[in-house]
T-cell receptor, first 113, second 115 residues
Framework: GESVGLHLPTLSVQEGDNSIINCAYSNSASDYFIWYKQESGKGPQFIIDIRSNMDKRQGQRVTVLLNKTVKHLSLQIAATQPGDSAVYFCAENRGTSYDKVIFGPGTSLSVIP | KAGVTQTPRYLIKTRGQQVTLSCSPISGHRSVSWYQQTPGQGLQFLFEYFSETQRNKGNFPGRFSGRQFSNSRSEMNVSTLELGDSALYLC??????????????FGSGTQLSVL
């Protein structure tokens, strides 16, 4: 069936390096995508979102890229810090109802000091 | 603005018991969604409530139920607990105007362990 999936379940990066977390989606009709960050013992927190009419969106140290041709989403974190260690989820909104919000399996990011 | 509050943070129950979890959304948010999170299945949608009505339901058995009160606070109940119900239960609130326009605000969850 259709799903939102992450290519890498774990990612380790050196502090100060840039991180790239990837996400594949399969529903070409999806028009809204969100990245969430979940730290240990907490619920997911919103990081950044992007609509399908955009290719790129930047936030503070984070950038989301959307490639609709290959149905691929990525989250780039600049100058990764220890506080960035967490599990990152992409979410695909396939429709207006809340059961259409599909989360990927998550990528665990570990920052090496 | 206070965030989403879930109580209790931890619960330990035995098989066959029932449990009630509580969620207080962000003030002004009328939609509350519930998710089950496990290492093997990730985040799975349970149901969503808006204005005291269940609008959407995921693929969970009838042992999982919920309700929403007039102040938008929500509870979920799991009856006849099974070992496989052990999970982190998350609630998320949003204004409720449609998932394609809104991000979700999550609570810290209730960690349920069934022995």
């Amino acid at each position: 069936g259709e799903s939102v999936g992450l290519h890498l379940p774990t990612l380790s990066v050196q502090e100060g390096d840039n991180s790239i977390i990837n996400c594949a989606y399969s529903n070409s009709a999806s028009d809204y995508f969100i990245w969430y960050k979940q730290e240990s013992g907490k619920g997911p927190q919103f990081i950044i979102d992007i609509r399908s009419n955009m290719d790129k969106r930047q936030g503070q140290r984070v950038t989301v890229l959307l490639n609709k041709t290959v149905k691929h989403l990525s989250l780039q974190i600049a100058a990764t810090q220890p506080g960035d260690s967490a599990v990152y989820f992409c979410a695909e909104n396939r429709g207006t109802s809340y059961d259409k919000v599909i989360f990927g399996p998550g990528t665990s990011l570990s920052v090496i000091p | 603005k206070a965030g989403v509050t879930q109580t209790p943070r931890y619960l330990i129950k035995t098989r066959g018991q029932q449990v009630t979890l509580s969620c207080s959304p962000i003030s002004g948010h009328r939609s509350v969604s519930w998710y089950q999170q496990t290492p093997g299945q990730g985040l799975q949608f349970l149901f969503e409530y808006f204005s005291e009505t269940q609008r959407n339901k995921g693929n969970f058995p009838g042992r999982f139920s919920g309700r929403q009160f007039s102040n938008s606070r929500s509870e979920m109940n799991v009856s006849t607990l099974e070992l496989g119900d052990s999970a982190l239960y998350l609630c998320a609130s949003s204004p409720g105007q449609g998932a394609t326009n809104e991000k979700l605000f999550f609570g810290s969850g209730t960690q349920l362990s069934v022995l």
